[in-house]
């Protein structure tokens, strides 16, 4: 069965230091992954998305992926984090066979950037 | 980018009463959409998934009696929480999809999010 992990609930971090927020999956066929944020009250943002192609994905507010199949995870880096960051994080994976693809998301990572 | 609205944005109801959430895609039709619930600090559970024209598939566990979903439209689905009760208080979020639409690679557009508050 096809799932995704996050293995971190919380991440604390002090503002302008670097984060990297972990997402492993576990899928038998190809995967299309992404990564979202949420803010209090609000529905998802895309931060980023991995369809094919390049392993190293760049997303909004300095935000980037790295996709390593052998190791089947996309974690999430940014080299300097910002107030403004603390949120939800949501990694989602795409799976299915054509015309009923449906996501998996993550358990989430809390991401809290501390002054 | 696609635009995915959803509404109302916060509705609280009386135990017992109906409520109808709209989602609808504002820049593409949708051949698909789905229906996530969201309880506080946690990720998001898929309810249902519905193509146009066509009944909704529900997940395991999911009422259907309750949570009636209508995709009537190409940008227009609708879930009703038929006889709500306080348990019912929660977070829902929509999402939707075009098979047809070159470059949409699978990928969901979230609507905004409804937040039910069941008395």
């Known amino acids: 069965a096809q799932s995704v992990t996050q293995l971190d609930s919380q991440v604390p971090v002090f503002e302008e230091a670097p984060v990297e927020l972990r997402c492993n999956y576990s899928s038998s066929v190809s995967v299309y992954l992404f990564w979202y944020v949420q803010y209090p009250n609000q529905g998802l943002q895309l931060l980023l998305k991995?369809?094919?192609?390049?392993?190293l994905v760049k997303g909004i507010n300095g935000f980037e992926a790295e996709f390593n199949k052998s190791q089947t995870s996309f974690h999430l880096r940014k080299p300097s984090v910002h107030i403004s960051d603390t949120a939800e994080y949501f990694c989602?994976?795409?799976?299915?066979?054509?015309?009923?693809?449906?996501?998996?998301f993550g358990t989430g990572t809390r991401l809290k950037v501390l002054a | 980018g696609a635009v995915v609205s959803q509404h109302p944005s916060r509705v609280i109801c009386k135990s017992g009463t109906s409520v109808k959430i709209e989602c609808r895609s504002l820049d593409f039709q949708a051949t698909t959409m789905f229906w996530y619930r969201q309880f506080p600090k946690k990720s998001l559970m898929l309810m249902a998934t519905s193509n146009e024209g066509s009944k909704a598939t529900y997940e395991q566990g999911v009422e259907k009696d309750k949570f009636l979903i209508n995709h009537a439209s190409l940008t227009l689905s609708t879930l009703t929480v038929t006889s709500a009760h306080p348990e019912d208080s929660s977070f829902y979020i929509c999402?939707?999809?075009?098979?047809?639409?070159?470059?949409?690679?699978?990928?969901?557009?979230f609507g905004p999010g409804t937040r039910l508050t069941v008395l």
């Open positions: 991995y369809l094919s192609g390049s392993t």
């Open positions: 989602a994976v795409s799976i299915g066979t054509s015309g009923t693809y449906k996501y998996i």
């Open positions: 999402s939707a999809t075009s098979a047809e639409r070159e470059g949409f690679y699978n990928e969901q557009f």
